[in-house]
T-cell receptor
Framework: DQQVKQNSPSLSVQEGRISILNCDYTNSMFDYFLWYKKYPAEGPTFLISISSIKDKNEDGRFTVFLNKSAKHLSLHIVPSQPGDSAVYFCAASVETSGSRLTFGEGTQLTVNP | DSGVTQTPKHLITATGQRVTLRCSPRSGDLSVYWYQQSLDQGLQFLIQYYNGEERAKGNILERFSAQQFPDLHSELNLSSLELGDSALYFC?????????????FGPGTRLTVL
């Protein structure tokens, strides 16, 4: 049972344009959501997070939107840069259950110069 | 650099053997998590320790065990290794604060079982 799903395995955008990565979840107990970026041969790098009490969180070029009723979150990267090319993972946790993360399958983002 | 260190970076061994993976958390972090990333499974939570005590368990096989020592470093022990245990093993650490806890990942150990 895949509780966190990233339905797009890959996304290609032009440099300077917006990248939108999507994530859906099924477990309504999830109350904390994170996005990680991963380069080959490295560990996941934390990007941005959002608590279920918010619907938006912004950090520089990265914004995460949370739609609890739709059980959907998205990561917006504006403007996209070639260095953003990586695999992006969405993750979720239930804070009262020890913070274990449930990950999506990942989306490969390619930003073309 | 996340501040989480893992050794070794690569490990090649044979079926039936036993290996130990080591993780040092970020300074000040009390929680350590272990995850497995295999080709067809994505990142899967194995186990969490908090200040030396087991806090949560995921789909960790009985052949696998972990511990966290008084200096907060952690070891993941994998025994009776099978071909299917070949994967990337990541350690993560966090402070564990209320209202949202961010985990920071180490670079991983790539285990190859031949």
């Amino acid at each position: 049972d895949q509780q966190v799903k990233q339905n797009s395995p890959s996304l290609s955008v032009q440099e300077g344009r917006i990248s939108i990565l999507n994530c859906d979840y099924t477990n309504s107990m999830f109350d904390y959501f994170l996005w990680y970026k991963k380069y080959p041969a490295e560990g996941p790098t934390f990007l941005i997070s959002i608590s279920s009490i918010k619907d938006k969180n912004e950090d520089g070029r990265f914004t995460v939107f949370l739609n609890k009723s739709a059980k959907h979150l998205s990561l917006h990267i504006v403007p996209s840069q070639p260095g953003d090319s990586a695999v992006y993972f969405c993750a979720a946790s239930v804070e009262t259950s020890g913070s274990r993360l449930t990950f999506g399958e990942g989306t490969q983002l390619t930003v073309n110069p | 650099d996340s501040g989480v260190t893992q050794t070794p970076k690569h490990l090649i061994t044979a079926t039936g053997q036993r290996v130990t993976l080591r993780c040092s958390p970020r300074s000040g972090d009390l929680s350590v998590y272990w995850y497995q990333q295999s080709l067809d499974q994505g990142l899967q939570f194995l186990i969490q320790y908090y200040n030396g005590e087991e806090r949560a368990k995921g789909n960790i096989l009985e052949r696998f065990s972990a511990q966290q020592f008084p200096d907060l470093h952690s070891e993941l022990n994998l025994s009776s290794l099978e071909l299917g245990d070949s994967a990337l093993y990541f350690c993560a650490s966090s402070v564990e604060v209320a209202g949202g806890d961010t985990q920071y990942f180490g670079p991983g150990t790539r285990l190859t079982v031949l």
